[in-house]
């Protein structure tokens, strides 16, 4: 099962080596400038870009495999890998990718000998993370309405729409990682407090969707009634495939909200500790005044 039913899905392996065959020429050329010694305040060095480029390789690695790997093969005969395919692409990897800030080098190529990135560039950038709310609902939106019956057998029935679904969860899932960590040069908006929020609110929309599944007692996906249903129902497969997505889920942005959580503690606690410091350098006003004077 590990070595079968591998996927020669074109657009997907053209797509994966555009961007990785991207990223990896700009990255290049960054290390070059950064080795000859331009690297700009509160950048990266050497050690920094080849450990964000891992972590963007290892997430665009995951995409591609739940795609051409046999996760993709079975997604087509069991729900609940169809399911695991889900956080794949649209929450794990994209996670990593965000977490590998590719955006410096995919610039060396869009603007050659254009120089690190200024102020100017990175407003244009934040603009995409400028409303965190409007994305984050976008992205919960794209995610149940995949799972809707009517596009879920859609997907698995028109090659086309499939790749649209995979497209489509990549990209939201870029853009809600983008509004809860940093990812140079771009800066997630909002206090670490608000983005939890975020985080809480995703969370519970997937555990929503994974209690209709989980405890729905009807057979949303009448498609995969097929003869590999020997020892789980269709329905059976509809819940545990309802579990995946709700405690699947959990880990990664569990741990972006344990992050964020830290953050916060350790800003209250120097915020307290530049206020305490504040206030023992202080000159303090005597309770006599200096001058006599006629009461």
């Known amino acids: 099962m590990v070595f079968a039913h591998w996927s020669a899905s074109w657009p997907v392996l053209i797509g994966y080596v555009v961007v990785a065959g991207w990223h990896l ?3 290049s050329r960054l290390v070059r400038r950064r080795a000859d010694g331009a690297t700009p305040v509160g950048g990266p060095g050497l050690a920094g870009l080849r450990r964000e480029a891992a972590l963007f390789h290892l997430g665009l690695l995951l995409v591609l495999l ?3 790997s046999p996760v993709g093969y079975w997604s087509d ?3 609940w890998v169809r399911a695991m395919q889900t956080l794949l692409v649209a929450v794990v990897g994209p996670g990593l990718m965000v977490l590998g800030a ?4 995919f610039r060396q190529l869009w603007r050659p000998g254009g120089g690190e990135v200024g102020a100017d560039r990175v407003a244009r950038v934040s603009f995409w993370v400028s409303h965190p709310r409007v994305v984050v609902i976008l992205f919960n ?6 799972q ?8 698995k029935a028109n090659s086309g729409v499939a790749l649209a679904d995979h497209a489509s969860l990549v990209a939201a899932g870029v853009l809600l990682w983008l509004q809860l960590i940093s990812s140079c040069p771009v800066t997630a908006p909002g206090s670490p407090l608000r983005r939890v929020v975020l985080i809480v609110g995703t969370v519970g929309v997937s555990t929503v969707l ?16 097929n003869s590999a249903h020997h020892f789980m129902t269709v329905l059976d497969d509809q819940q ?10 959990l880990p990664p942005l569990i741990t972006a909200a344990v992050a964020l959580l830290s953050q916060w503690l350790n800003d209250e606690e120097s915020a307290e500790l530049s206020a305490g410091l504040n206030r023992l350098t202080a000159a303090r006003r005597g309770g006599w005044p200096s001058r006599p004077v006629i009461r």
Do not use: E, K, R
Not at 102 to 105: E, F, N
Not at 148 to 155: F, R, W
């Open 25 to 27: 020429t700009g990255l």
């Open 66 to 68: 739940a795609l051409v």
């Open 77 to 79: 005969v069991y729900i």
């Open 102 to 105: 590719p955006w410096l080098a």
């Open 141 to 146: 939106v794209i995610f149940v309405c995949w």
């Open 148 to 155: 809707l019956p009517y596009l879920y057998d859609l997907a």
């Open 210 to 225: 994974g209690m209709v599944l989980v405890f729905g007692n009807g057979v949303l996906y009448p498609v995969y009634a």
């Open 240 to 249: 545990l495939s309802g579990a995946v997505l709700w405690m699947g889920m």
